[in-house]
């Protein structure tokens, strides 16, 4: 094969299947540098945005499947290379479209499509805020896809794909590199501006319930016309998505503090113990408020991954928290100097390489808490320089009022 140069890939975001036959350019307009185009089939998953949770993924195990399938199968009459493999997010494809709600039938020839490879599971199971999310909460995202894959003995995944977040953890490619995933592509949409979510917010408001609280028949609202369609089915999508999180605290919590007591009461320690439980997969050390004697503190170290550590009434008797003025510390690997009126890092130097990792040019330091208001002038200089959509829903996403 050519050596790829430039690669251009286009994603194709649908709930139905279709193909437009497009002019092609004239020759002189064509970049010589481009040897490959790949054009990704690809769904975008929206779980709230247009339709409650329930049809959605209703849709996506019955009509979209089936859809999916008579073009894959149309697909297989053609040559090998002009095969194409259409592309979903991990989670969905397991969860819904494979899962247990999914006809016999169905689901043989969902199968079929994936171990022939016509159909793949990207790395990332959804659109996720990756910024709010812990390492160990992205690395299990990426086991909905390697379980698909090892079940139907395919490759694992070596693409990944993400929508509608303003912006990432920068940690997401060096995971996503040391998982075997060599290509990310992403897209976001911005929120809303002021004005315009307040009046849509009064409209919805004004709606009438629904007929014995029936919202999945409601019709459903319109992004780019949003006088069509129900406001309050829209917000009861997210209502819906709230709930799963509630029902799960409420299956969790009392066995977590069942579990917890018979615990601590199990410990072989004699007397009054104060038992600090480390739910996280690593070692890890902080301060604990004393149970038995509230509004006083004391240092844990060391607590194992998944473990815990045990401190009788007399062990904690007598133990005085000191509290360090100094601005700098030291660890086997970094020498870290704080700003303590900025309240972030000045000075981080890598010991192995005595390499300055703070821009000591730079009026901020690492961590520091910045707040900032623009002014129409600033936001419109950024907007005309960035939105390639000038009017509409762009400007209402972008724009200042």
């Not at 859809?67 to 894959?72: D, E, G, T, V």
């Not at 006809?103 to 171990?115: F, G, H, M």
């Not at 996503?176 to 009046?199: H, Y």
């Not at 006088?227 to 998505?241: A, I, Q, T």
Request: hydrophobic share 35%.
């Amino acid at each position: 094969m050519q050596k790829i140069k430039i690669l251009a890939a286009f994603f194709i975001a649908f709930f139905g299947f279709a193909a437009n036959a497009q002019t092609p350019k004239e020759k002189k307009n064509i970049n010589p540098k481009v040897t490959d185009i790949w054009v990704v089939f690809r769904t975008h998953f929206d779980l709230g945005f247009t339709d409650l949770p329930e049809n959605v993924f209703k849709r996506y195990r019955e009509e979209m499947m089936d859809n999916a399938l008579m073009l894959i199968e149309n697909n297989e009459k053609q040559p090998k290379e002009k095969h194409f493999s259409w592309n979903v997010a991990g989670w969905p494809l397991e969860a819904q479209m494979l899962g247990p709600l999914q006809t016999p039938e169905r689901k043989l020839r969902i199968e079929k499509a994936k171990k022939e490879g016509s159909l793949v599971a990207d790395g990332l199971p959804f659109t996720i805020q990756t910024e709010s999310l812990d390492y160990e909460d992205l690395v299990r995202g990426l086991g909905f896809s390697s379980a698909i894959s090892r079940k139907y003995g395919v490759p694992l995944a070596i693409s990944a794909k993400m929508a509608d977040v303003p912006s990432h953890s920068w940690v997401l490619p060096t995971l996503l590199k040391n998982a075997g995933i060599q290509f990310l592509q992403l897209g976001c949409n911005p929120a809303s501006q002021g004005d315009a979510w307040k009046k849509w917010m009064a409209e919805a408001a004004a709606e009438p319930l629904p007929p014995n609280g029936d919202y999945a028949a409601l019709k459903n609202s319109d992004a780019h016309h949003t006088e069509v369609g129900s406001k309050r089915k829209w917000l009861r999508s997210y209502e819906d998505k709230r709930q799963y999180i509630r029902n799960t605290n409420e299956i969790v919590s009392p066995e977590l503090h069942t579990d917890l007591d018979l615990l601590a009461a199990s410990v072989n320690k004699e007397g009054k113990r104060v038992v600090v439980y480390n739910p996280l997969p690593w070692k890890r050390s902080g301060m604990i408020e004393n149970p038995l004697d509230k509004e006083k503190y004391f240092y844990v170290k060391g607590v194992p991954a998944s473990g815990y550590r045990t401190f009788s009434a007399n062990e904690l008797t007598g133990v005085k928290v000191t509290r360090d003025e100094s601005s700098s510390f030291s660890t086997p690997y970094f020498k870290v100097v704080f700003d303590l009126k900025k309240g972030g890092i000045t000075s981080l130097i890598e010991k192995s390489s005595g390499r300055e990792l703070v821009d000591q040019s730079s009026k901020y330091v690492i961590g520091q808490f910045l707040h900032e208001r623009f002014s129409t002038n600033e936001v419109d200089k950024w907007f005309n320089a960035y939105s390639r959509i000038k009017d509409g829903w762009g400007l209402n996403d972008l724009g200042k009022p």
